[in-house]
């Protein structure tokens, strides 16, 4: 992962969103598991305990959608949050607020308490280097879940219920 990469980011993120960039020591299971999974999506047998470890959720902090068209930056402080970024959508944002002085729906984010909303950020948490979470695997950090699918790519805060699916077709935040 390459966290220094985004320097904008934790700045941003300080007061509404807050991701730290520390290691949680779970590197070793992130590239086996990442390692595992790109084996069998390209047709190689996979072992038993493969099998098993691909059907747990893995634990990346950052990963894109297989389409490289949704990336997502996931955190535990502060009771987990998660925030994902969109390259190409065809749908509409809602009007950008007044307080927002840099780029408006460009992405969508959710915390510890509050449902998911619009992200109003000057960076991107697109990374074409990050790991790409395959269709029907979801990754969590902490109490935040995202899961990748065909249609799109939902997370969701597993305490509060709060989340948000995005694709490049629509959005939706709960």
Same mark, same amino acid.
């Given at each position: 992962?390459?966290?220094?990469?985004?320097?904008?980011?934790? /700045?941003? +993120?300080?007061?509404?969103? +807050?991701?730290?960039?520390?290691?949680?020591?779970?590197?070793? /299971?992130?590239?086996?598991? =990442?390692?595992?999974?790109? %084996?069998?999506?390209?047709?190689?047998?996979?072992?038993?305990?493969? =099998?098993?470890?691909?059907?747990?959720?893995?634990?990346?902090?950052?990963?894109?959608?297989?389409?490289?068209?949704?990336?997502?930056?996931? !955190?535990?402080?502060?009771?987990?949050? =998660? $925030?994902?970024?969109?390259?190409?959508?065809?749908?509409?944002?809602? *009007?950008?607020?007044?307080?927002?002085?840099?780029?408006?729906?460009?992405?969508?984010?959710?915390?510890?308490?509050?449902?998911?909303?619009?992200?109003?950020?000057?960076?991107?948490?697109?990374? *074409?280097?990050?790991?790409?979470?395959?269709?029907?695997?979801? !990754?969590?950090?902490?109490?935040? =879940?995202?899961? !990748?699918?065909?249609?799109?790519? $939902?997370?969701?805060?597993?305490? !509060?219920?709060?989340?948000?699916?995005? %694709?490049?077709?629509?959005?939706?935040?709960?």
């Amino acid at each position: 992962m390459k966290e220094a990469s985004f320097p904008l980011l934790t /700045t941003f +993120l300080t007061g509404a969103l +807050l991701i730290g960039c520390g290691s949680d020591g779970d590197s070793t /299971t992130v590239v086996k598991t =990442v390692t595992e999974q790109s %084996s069998q999506s390209a047709g190689t047998t996979a072992t038993s305990s493969s =099998v098993a470890a691909a059907a747990k959720p893995v634990h990346l902090k950052q990963f894109q959608s297989p389409s490289h068209n949704i990336g997502c930056y996931l !955190s535990k402080q502060q009771g987990g949050s =998660v $925030r994902c970024d969109i390259r190409e959508h065809s749908w509409t944002a809602p *009007p950008k607020p007044a307080y927002c002085d840099v780029d408006w729906g460009g992405g969508l984010q959710v915390g510890s308490k509050r449902r998911g909303s619009i992200v109003c950020a000057g960076d991107t948490v697109l990374d *074409p280097g990050s790991p790409v979470l395959a269709y029907g695997k979801a !990754s969590a950090v902490g109490k935040i =879940v995202c899961r !990748s699918s065909e249609a799109g790519v $939902r997370c969701s805060n597993t305490q !509060s219920g709060h989340g948000f699916f995005v %694709s490049r077709e629509r959005y939706r935040l709960f």
